[in-house]
């Protein structure tokens, strides 16, 4: 398995439900996981990560 730098993923969510927000939570608690992003999001996951257009 190729073993990536801690904090380099760039993450982009795509959907605006639950599970997609369950989705942001767990990769902001991810330490290799450097960026979050979310399309379209919903109210939920704006507070956590901006909404990508």
């Known amino acids: 398995m190729h073993k990536v730098p801690l904090g380099t993923v760039k993450v982009l969510v795509i959907g605006p439900g639950g599970r997609e927000h369950a989705i942001v939570r767990s990769l902001l608690a991810d330490p290799n996981v450097s960026e979050v992003h979310a399309a379209p999001g ?12």
């Open 42 to 53: 919903n109210a939920g996951i704006s507070k956590l990560v901006p909404p990508t257009r």
